[in-house]
């Protein structure tokens, strides 16, 4: 597929929600777009997950610009960006209560932060968000973006050239996407591995769905996309893995 290069739109400012810290209390439920595969390298293990804290102090180590306090974080999960806790424990008396959040917590901290330092607002984080880790419904805008991810064009256009709010959803999705991957693989995300491009269109519920997704050749493979590596992508992964296992060896050797 051909990238996108439009440049990014201004960040804008949005307000910040209020009452957050009550409702979370009140929330013990699943959270909204969990994943089924943990983040591995550099984890915090953590018997009942990871908290806030400490999932921004492990993001730092793939984002190293990351400036996010854990304050910040929790107005970034109310507005989409990062995902709800797993899981709500209730301390009792005084002492309040403590979130626990999904292992993978730190990659999208680190893969969020990122994307909005290029430039994208949180809105368009927020939805990028929702394409690569749960899809979204093909209607209104999501049409075209679908369509310029896919074909690097917006159909019934003359011009090469997409709308510009088009083309900035398009390519904060693919930003988030890659530096998710990356992010997962134990890696800084402002250097970006070789990625492969997973792209899913299903139905849901009589509604046509989009999804867009990447893995990191050589050190993650993302489970929903593991079927689509195959013939270059595929010679790339294992001559990456093989490298690197050499690499391990070489190290342990010296040891």
Request: aromatic share 6%.
């Amino acid at each position: 597929m051909r990238v996108v290069t439009i440049e990014a739109a201004d960040v804008r400012q949005s307000r910040f929600l209020e009452e957050y810290g009550r409702e979370l209390a009140k929330k013990n439920t699943k959270a909204r777009g969990r994943v089924p595969w943990p983040y591995h390298a550099g984890r915090v293990e953590v018997m009942n997950g990871v908290t806030l804290e400490e999932a921004v102090e492990a993001a730092r180590k793939l984002y190293p610009d990351l400036t996010l306090k854990a304050t910040s974080a929790r107005m970034w999960t109310a507005r989409g960006l990062l995902p709800n806790p797993e899981k709500v424990e209730r301390l009792g008396g005084r002492l309040g209560n403590r979130a626990h959040y999904s292992d993978d917590l730190p990659a999208q901290i680190a893969a969020a932060a990122f994307t909005t330092s290029r430039g994208y607002t949180q809105k368009q984080v927020a939805q990028a968000r929702r394409v690569v880790l749960e899809g979204v419904p093909l209607e209104g805008l999501m049409v075209d973006v679908a369509a310029l991810l896919e074909t690097g064009r917006v159909p019934g256009e003359s011009v090469r050239i997409p709308p510009a709010r088009v083309a900035a959803i398009a390519e904060a999705v693919q930003r988030y996407a890659i530096a998710l991957a990356t992010a997962r693989s134990g890696r800084n995300v402002t250097r970006p591995l070789p990625a492969c491009l997973h792209k899913r269109r299903w139905t849901e519920d009589g509604k046509p769905m989009f999804s867009y997704f990447a893995s990191a050749l050589g050190y993650y493979i993302d489970p929903r996309g593991k079927d689509d590596i195959t013939g270059l992508a595929a010679d790339l992964d294992q001559q990456t893995r093989q490298k690197r296992e050499e690499i391990r060896r070489n190290r342990n050797t010296d040891v």
